[in-house]
């Protein structure tokens, strides 16, 4: 629990819970990456450097943000934070029922596999206790 409370308030700070094209992302930027080096050790995710910077960026996408979203949302206070991962849970759970072969996003025409993998997101679960102590003996 005590890592939970950590990584909401770490990212109510300085993280960013959005969409991309094709899928939820958060992600979390800093010059020293010993905090992103502990979200990855919580949650999975990458850590790589930032070109041209000396910082470094910790991302998290699709199934996996959205669990991360919803085990983080009763813990996050801030209401802009609150807001941005309100609107991307409900973007996900109100995407069509149906199957179609190609989706329209912002004018582009997206293909099957992208459609399938939205519709497959909607299933990221809230992370369990168990689960992010299971996660945490796998780093160390």
Not at 20 to 35: F, G, H, K, M, T
Not at 71 to 93: A, C
Request: aromatic share 10%.
């Amino acid at each position: 629990i005590r890592e939970l409370a950590w990584a909401a308030g770490f990212l109510e700070g300085e993280g960013c819970f959005r969409p991309s094209s094709v899928s939820s992302v958060i992600s979390a930027y800093q010059d020293y990456p010993e905090p992103l080096i502990k979200l990855q050790a919580i949650f999975g995710g990458s850590v790589k450097p930032v070109m041209n910077t000396k910082g470094s960026v910790w991302r998290v996408c699709s199934a996996r943000a959205l669990g991360v979203m919803q085990t983080l949302f009763p813990l996050i206070q801030h209401g802009g934070k609150k807001t941005e991962i309100k609107n991307e849970l409900y973007r996900v759970t109100h995407l069509p029922e149906s199957k179609p072969r190609i989706a329209w996003n912002k004018g582009k025409i997206m293909s099957s596999e992208f459609c399938q993998n939205m519709r497959a997101a909607r299933w990221g679960k809230p992370w369990s206790t168990a689960r992010i102590a299971a996660q945490l003996r796998k780093v160390g």
